[in-house]
């Protein structure tokens, strides 16, 4: 009955077709890796390139769900949050080369002519401490730069240019070699994990398919959220934050709260692209790696669960077919992209077909 | 800054016809409510002394005295300029008076307390412009204004109760807004969203409702009806309105205030302060 309206709205649309479009996805998602398991040659065989593919938009499509419930729900546009995403990764990273180099220390610091391990590293041969730093590294960070930024009332555009600022000297921080995390190279050339050859198309299918279930499981409780009255709160927070404050609530709390949850997500979206990816460096800092991504939310229709989803979807769909039929052009789409978003679908695909849905 | 004369009136005269008034309330039981832990023995629930608040130099209140009694209905009024809108930041924490004492009951004070705080402990505040929340439905609005725990943890927790939901439909009743339940706020008429906010308020269950011109942009009919419902109110909680109609005035107050400059310029009943001469040129003009 008294539901957020979005969620009404889209069991207006038609549930059935909602739960049948998204079980088919899901079928599709799981078949995928299984496939991949099939002798080369095969008729049916999904190659690795596919796969690893598939799974790094489905990395992207966890970032975007985690940035909605930021943006979407509470109002706070970031443009940073590839930051958090690369955090995660770099954990997982530090894990993988650990891995790799055995007893001795991880190529790059030969390199550099280091003698021992950073602080920083010890722990990270073990896989557990690994997992732990993933979620504590973006974690902290947002706890930090949130509980500040949201006691000073910051918030708007000034919000979003301090992410961007933030991501943006991670970025120039991972970039020098000083740093311990490989500069500008990053880290790259991973063997194992947990013993199993990486580049192997069993250790593939499981990655991806751990993939699938982290963002179920984020799907899971962006709805959970959205339909409590803590979304509720959130929805509240971004359109009159001052009549909730007279209300009795405070708003730093809800605001710090998804925000670390959503900095968490992107922590745990990044380490499962890196072991997929096979590389993570600087520039997944760069400023317009998170601008991408909010454009992301932006075209599938902020506020909305599925929308990001699709929106992660197209966009690296296009991204891939565009950068290799005409790469030069793929920026200039990108920024066109979400000049028409703006001005003519400013609630996004969902929106859209919420529209056509209510004719 | 030229000090304002002060109307020759002590605050224990001020507050004459308040106990009066409390009294009347006693004899039927409607003195008596309080909110857990608000001490509110002397009968008074806002207490405001020689408050001070300047802007870059301009005094917005200059050493202001207001003391509201419990279930008391007190309209404020006083030309644009006169500082309605400051004293009610100052109530509700928005603005730090700049000197003064300001208390709620007998052991709050609001100097030191955050916005939260002070909705918390039982001042509800309605906005010149009407604002609701436009994205989430009537209901919703209303149950997220709803006297409750308002924490983070709760608020994942939260489900209503049966009571609480039986609670919400008896405000939709009051404001008239049953039929709109499951609608958005934001596509409610200018009135109705004056309705909602105060609906909220109700919800919020508390001791002092401050209203800043809660009837501006309503139809007469809507305005009568405001006035019924507030004076239905005054006893169970304390109501400040500031307003600028003098027939709305009229209508509900036993107590009314004019602000000039700043300061309190006059107080009593409308006849009283309308007679007053002062009054009559920071109205007219000299």
Same mark, same amino acid.
Request: hydrophobic residues 50%.
């Given at each position: 009955?008294?539901?957020?309206?979005?969620?009404?709205?889209?069991?207006?649309?038609?549930?059935?077709?909602?739960?049948?479009?998204?079980?088919?996805?899901?079928?599709?998602?799981?078949?995928?890796?299984?496939?991949?398991?099939?002798?080369?040659?095969?008729?049916?065989?999904?190659?690795?390139?596919?796969?690893?593919?598939?799974?790094?938009?489905?990395?992207?499509?966890?970032?975007?769900?985690?940035?909605?419930?930021?943006?979407?729900?509470?109002?706070?546009?970031?443009?940073?949050?590839?930051?958090?995403?690369?955090?995660?990764?770099?954990?997982?990273?530090?894990?993988?080369?650990?891995?790799?180099?055995?007893?001795?220390?991880?190529?790059?610091?030969?390199?550099?002519?280091?003698?021992?391990?950073?602080?920083?590293?010890?722990?990270?041969?073990?896989?557990?401490?690994?997992?732990?730093?993933?979620?504590?590294?973006?974690?902290?960070?947002?706890?930090?730069?949130?509980?500040?930024?949201?006691?000073?009332?910051?918030?708007?555009?000034?919000?979003?240019?301090?992410?961007?600022?933030?991501?943006?000297?991670?970025?120039?921080?991972?970039?020098?070699?000083?740093?311990?995390?490989?500069?500008?190279?990053?880290?790259?050339?991973?063997?194992?994990?947990?013993?199993?050859?990486?580049?192997?198309?069993?250790?593939?299918?499981?990655?991806?398919?751990?993939?699938?279930?982290?963002?179920?499981?984020?799907?899971?409780?962006?709805?959970?959220?959205?339909?409590?009255?803590?979304?509720?709160?959130?929805?509240?927070?971004?359109?009159?934050?001052?009549?909730?404050?007279?209300?009795?609530?405070?708003?730093?709390?809800?605001?710090?709260?998804?925000?670390?949850?959503?900095?968490?997500?992107?922590?745990?979206?990044?380490?499962?692209?890196?072991?997929?990816?096979?590389?993570?460096?600087?520039?997944?800092?760069?400023?317009?790696?998170?601008?991408?991504?909010?454009?992301?939310?932006?075209?599938?229709?902020?506020?909305?669960?599925?929308?990001?989803?699709?929106?992660?979807?197209?966009?690296?769909?296009?991204?891939?077919?565009?950068?290799?039929?005409?790469?030069?052009?793929?920026?200039?789409?990108?920024?066109?992209?979400?000049?028409?978003?703006?001005?003519?679908?400013?609630?996004?695909?969902?929106?859209?077909?919420?529209?056509?849905?209510?004719? | 800054?030229?000090?304002?004369?002060?109307?020759?009136?002590?605050?224990?005269?001020?507050?004459?016809?308040?106990? *009066?008034?409390?009294?009347?309330?006693?004899?039927?039981?409607?003195?008596?409510?309080?909110?857990?832990?608000?001490?509110?023995?002397?009968?008074?629930?806002?207490?405001?002394?020689?408050?001070?608040?300047?802007?870059?130099?301009?005094?917005?209140?200059?050493?202001?005295?207001?003391?509201?009694?419990?279930?008391?209905?007190?309209?404020?009024?006083?030309?644009?300029?006169? $500082?309605?809108?400051?004293?009610? *930041?100052?109530?509700?924490?928005?603005?730090?008076?700049?000197?003064?004492?300001?208390?709620?009951?007998?052991?709050?004070?609001?100097?030191?307390?955050?916005?939260?705080?002070?909705?918390?402990?039982?001042?509800?505040?309605?906005?010149?412009?009407?604002?609701?929340?436009?994205?989430?439905?009537?209901?919703?609005?209303?149950?997220?204004?709803?006297?409750?725990?308002?924490?983070?943890?709760?608020?994942?927790?939260?489900?209503?109760?049966?009571?609480?939901?039986?609670?919400?439909?008896?405000?939709?009743?009051?404001?008239?807004?049953?039929?709109?339940?499951?609608?958005?706020?934001?596509?409610?008429?200018? $009135?109705?969203?004056?309705?909602?906010?105060?609906?909220?308020?109700?919800?919020?269950?508390?001791?002092?409702?401050?209203?800043?011109?809660?009837?501006?942009?309503?139809?007469?009919?809507?305005?009568?009806?405001?006035?019924?419902?507030?004076?239905?109110?005054?006893?169970?909680?304390?109501?400040?309105?500031?307003?600028?109609?003098? $027939?709305?005035? $009229?209508?509900?107050?036993?107590?009314?205030?004019?602000?000039?400059?700043?300061?309190?310029?006059?107080?009593?009943?409308?006849?009283?302060?309308?007679?007053?001469?002062?009054?009559?040129?920071?109205?007219?003009?000299?």
């Amino acid at each position: 009955m008294n539901q957020p309206l979005l969620v009404t709205a889209s069991q207006k649309a038609g549930p059935r077709w909602t739960l049948a479009i998204g079980t088919t996805v899901l079928l599709v998602l799981l078949a995928l890796p299984v496939l991949s398991l099939l002798p080369a040659g095969h008729s049916l065989q999904v190659s690795a390139y596919t796969l690893t593919l598939v799974g790094k938009i489905l990395c992207y499509a966890i970032v975007a769900l985690a940035l909605d419930l930021v943006w979407g729900y509470a109002g706070l546009l970031s443009l940073g949050h590839g930051l958090f995403f690369a955090l995660g990764g770099y954990a997982m990273g530090m894990y993988l080369m650990r891995e790799a180099s055995g007893d001795g220390l991880p190529a790059f610091m030969t390199f550099l002519s280091w003698s021992e391990l950073p602080w920083y590293w010890a722990g990270t041969q073990h896989f557990a401490w690994a997992l732990c730093l993933v979620v504590l590294a973006p974690g902290l960070l947002a706890l930090v730069f949130g509980y500040f930024a949201f006691r000073s009332r910051i918030k708007g555009v000034y919000f979003s240019i301090m992410t961007q600022a933030l991501t943006f000297a991670g970025m120039l921080l991972f970039f020098r070699n000083e740093t311990g995390f490989g500069g500008n190279n990053g880290f790259t050339h991973f063997r194992s994990i947990l013993g199993f050859e990486i580049t192997a198309q069993s250790t593939r299918a499981v990655l991806f398919l751990l993939t699938v279930a982290l963002l179920v499981a984020s799907l899971y409780l962006g709805w959970r959220l959205a339909r409590s009255k803590f979304g509720r709160v959130l929805t509240a927070l971004r359109d009159a934050e001052n009549r909730l404050m007279f209300c009795g609530y405070d708003p730093r709390g809800f605001k710090l709260f998804v925000w670390v949850l959503s900095a968490v997500l992107c922590g745990l979206a990044g380490a499962l692209y890196v072991p997929q990816v096979g590389i993570i460096n600087p520039s997944e800092m760069s400023p317009t790696n998170s601008i991408e991504a909010a454009v992301w939310v932006a075209l599938g229709g902020r506020g909305t669960l599925i929308g990001p989803l699709l929106g992660a979807g197209l966009v690296n769909g296009m991204k891939s077919w565009f950068t290799v039929a005409f790469p030069e052009y793929w920026l200039f789409c990108l920024g066109a992209l979400f000049i028409l978003v703006t001005l003519y679908l400013p609630r996004g695909v969902v929106g859209l077909l919420n529209k056509r849905g209510e004719q | 800054m030229r000090a304002i004369p002060l109307p020759p009136v002590h605050p224990e005269f001020m507050l004459e016809p308040i106990l *009066d008034a409390g009294s009347g309330r006693d004899a039927i039981g409607l003195g008596q409510r309080r909110g857990e832990g608000l001490e509110v023995r002397h009968g008074t629930l806002l207490t405001l002394e020689d408050i001070n608040v300047s802007f870059d130099g301009f005094k917005a209140l200059n050493n202001l005295n207001l003391y509201i009694g419990v279930g008391e209905l007190r309209c404020i009024i006083g030309p644009n300029g006169a $500082g309605k809108t400051t004293l009610m *930041d100052v109530i509700t924490g928005k603005t730090r008076p700049t000197s003064g004492k300001a208390w709620f009951g007998d052991t709050l004070d609001l100097t030191r307390m955050s916005e939260v705080q002070i909705a918390q402990a039982g001042i509800g505040r309605k906005f010149q412009k009407p604002t609701v929340f436009e994205a989430l439905s009537v209901f919703e609005n209303l149950e997220l204004a709803q006297k409750a725990d308002k924490s983070v943890l709760a608020s994942l927790l939260a489900r209503l109760s049966g009571e609480q939901r039986e609670r919400i439909d008896e405000i939709l009743q009051t404001i008239g807004l049953s039929a709109s339940a499951q609608r958005p706020a934001g596509l409610l008429s200018h $009135g109705q969203k004056q309705f909602l906010e105060i609906g909220m308020l109700l919800m919020q269950d508390p001791q002092l409702l401050l209203l800043d011109e809660p009837v501006a942009g309503m139809t007469d009919a809507e305005t009568e009806f405001t006035a019924e419902l507030f004076k239905s109110l005054a006893g169970k909680h304390s109501l400040m309105v500031v307003e600028h109609d003098m $027939g709305f005035v $009229g209508s509900i107050a036993d107590h009314v205030t004019v602000l000039h400059q700043g300061s309190v310029l006059a107080e009593g009943s409308l006849e009283q302060v309308q007679a007053d001469d002062r009054v009559i040129e920071v109205y007219l003009g000299r």
